[in-house]
């Protein structure tokens, strides 16, 4: 754009500008001086055009952010954008998307985020595994069957050499050297023999089990996480958008269809993203960005 080689006669013009409360590409003229916050992007744009073409802006604010304006088969609007087919604003801002209808019905200045901007799905970040279920989830539990199988046939086995009333002291000693917790147990080689064995499948399971305990301490591990639209299906993921982005996604001519699950705005999406697996989102990713 070339703005100091403009002809269009705009000075002295001026030029109501309907704007929302939409950081970062706009921002209310009531929240800038209550907030001392800057103006967003498409405002400064719009400011730095008035400077340069010596044209005057009046800001008109208007409260829902995320209502959608819809333009019909007879190029009639509903919506914020109405005003502007009815001549009573001169510009909106505010992160306009630029589909078809509204491409026949409106002129658009500049297409500033076409190819910086994108619609990101919005999932629960994965917790940490609580360090209760790390205990045990340091093995599957087919591992632990078989621990629990393998103590029973040898406690089976050392109990077959020792007396009647030794049995129970036996199964107990057996389980305190899975702990790595020496005792003195008599009794005959053949049975010492089979302790020997059972001693050292016990110390080889203890030390990996401590030792994969204490990297899990140290680093923890995290649930699954959702990172592909193919584990959204897998996982049963359900949709939750805001109305603004269901009223969209029926007005595109690819998608007739509106999600069930909805809520007023984006922020409550988000929300109740951030509590549960369950659901899922989409949002702008710039709108995601500044309201994180």
Not at 119 to 135: E, G, N, S
């Amino acid at each position: 754009m070339y703005p100091q080689r403009f002809s269009s006669g705009l000075k002295n013009c001026t030029f109501k500008v309907m704007v929302s409360d939409s950081p970062p590409f706009t921002s209310t003229v009531e929240r800038v001086k209550r907030d001392m916050e800057k103006l967003g992007v498409e405002q400064f744009i719009v400011e730095t055009l008035a400077q340069l073409e010596q044209f005057e802006i009046t800001y008109i604010s208007y409260d829902n952010a995320e209502e959608l304006s819809v333009v019909d088969s007879n190029l009639s609007v509903q919506g914020p954008m109405r005003l502007v087919q009815e001549r009573q604003v001169d510009i909106i801002l505010g992160a306009m998307l630029l589909l078809e209808q509204r491409a026949k019905a409106f002129s658009y200045l500049w297409g500033h985020i076409t190819f910086s901007d994108e619609f990101k799905i919005v999932v629960k970040r994965a917790d940490v595994v609580p360090r209760w279920k790390v205990i045990y989830l340091e093995f599957d539990s087919i591992v632990w069957v078989m621990i629990l199988v393998t103590y029973l046939v040898f406690v089976k086995l050392v109990l077959l050499f020792f007396r009647r009333k030794q049995r129970g002291l036996v199964a107990l000693m057996m389980m305190d050297y899975l702990f790595l917790h020496g005792s003195k147990l008599g009794g005959k080689t053949k049975a010492r023999s089979i302790l020997i064995v059972w001693i050292i499948f016990a110390y080889l399971i203890s030390t990996y089990y401590q030792s994969s305990l204490t990297s899990l301490m140290a680093h923890p591990s995290t649930m699954d996480q959702v990172t592909s639209e193919n584990d959204l299906v897998a996982f049963n993921v359900k949709p939750y958008l805001s109305r603004f982005l269901n009223q969209l996604n029926g007005e595109m001519e690819q998608s007739k269809e509106t999600v069930e699950n909805e809520c007023d705005i984006q922020l409550e999406c988000m929300k109740r993203v951030s509590e549960s697996y369950d659901v899922y989102t989409i949002v702008l990713y710039s709108l995601y960005l500044q309201s994180s």
